[in-house]
């Protein structure tokens, strides 16, 4: 029998071959359970991880398009069901999993997404109570942010006129519920903070009536979120009903529980308002009154004193007062002069008797006999310093080594090494030498012969 003949493919005939394979064999859709690894996602939006379970892993790809849609955040170790198709990928030579949906396993994904979500914003301090504002007491013109089709807005509007019927209400319409609402949203509450300087907006309502969970989602994104963090006017947060909570109602300077209880912490009832009134104006008149007796009481006290019934009395008082002053200071100032003028005298008196011309006098000789006996002393201080001075310059120029060459005496020295030369040992032959004579004559020569003495 000949030999069958066997076909060559090349490496992409070959994964190609594998592809179309997968496709006929593999369901178009499935649903792939698993535990997340190796998650990374990509600067350009797409997302590359594996799935894996107790005995194998499944390389997968979640496209930038489809992971937009994916609500929460996913990480390592979370457990998720994705939806999609396994397909061979040709240029790497490998199969995996493109995922189109992703969904926590056990837990919603709007559900997990909004616990994330508020773990996430609680750390950077979006919730603190220490960056939540007041709400007015008495507000005069109040924004709201809702679907100008909802029932929130009539429950708003009612609520805060039947109240306080003075306020103005102004409606800024935005989506509330589907694809970009939330963005939406923040966009509406920070245009109304860069324009309230002509708004005068005193508080700004955020909210919409009762939904799904889904359908509350725009209160639970980000860009809401700290839209309501960053406005500088005060923010309630009233969406749903009783139950729903939302990531919007968490970050609000307030949170209403409905539109109709917003209306009811935006403006105080105008009813109790009057009330306060009416009770201050009672208490006002009750204090005027009871200020007015007291001054009427006052004032008959003035009237029935003396200085009241005799002008002139205080006036009187003042002149005698004076004058006893006046009385006393004289008196004291004659004191004064009289004591003065008798320590003069008692002083005139002693220098007499000390007769100061003769005082002088005496000093004067006795400053000369003192100044004849210091230049006595120090003449004599002089001569004996200037006899030890001559002696000690005597003793000196003994000393000196150079007083010998008067008597015909030289000195000697190596130019070499700069030493006196005392033998001939301290000399070559060709060193120069010098030769010091008196009254500081020198001589320069050469050796020529240097010769010691036996010993």
Known sequence: MAKREVKTFSVSEANTLVRSALEER????????????DWKHHYSGHCYFSLKDEGSQLPCVMWASSFKKVKFAPENGMAVLAKGHIEAYVPGGKYQFYANKLEPAGVGSLQLAF????KRLRAEGLFA???KKPIPSYPMRIGIVTSESGAAIVDIADSIYNRWPCARMF????PVQGAGAGDKIAAAIRNINRR?????????IVGRGGGSLEDLWAFNEEAVARAIYDSAIPVISAVGHEVDVTIADFVADARASTPTKAGMIAVPDMVDVLRRIDQAGVRLAANVRGKTDLSRQLLATIQASVMFRNPQWIVNNAAQTLDERTMRLADSARGLFANLRRRLEQARLRIGRIEPHRLVGA???????????????VKSVLSKKQLQLTAAANRLETLDPRSVLDRGYSITTNQ?????????ADVKVGDMINTELARQAKIESEVKEANQPAP
């Open 363 to 377: 000093k004067r000789i006795e400053t000369h006999q003192l100044a004849s006996r210091a230049l006595a002393a």
């Open 115 to 118: 616990e994330q979500m508020v």
């Open 26 to 37: 593999l369901p178009s859709r499935m649903i792939v359970s698993g535990e997340i690894s």
């Open 416 to 424: 070499r090494t700069g030493k006196v030369i005392t033998a001939a």
């Open 196 to 204: 309230n300087g002509q708004l005068r907006l005193d508080v700004l």
């Open 129 to 131: 109570d220490g960056h």
């Open 171 to 174: 409606l800024y319409p935005a």
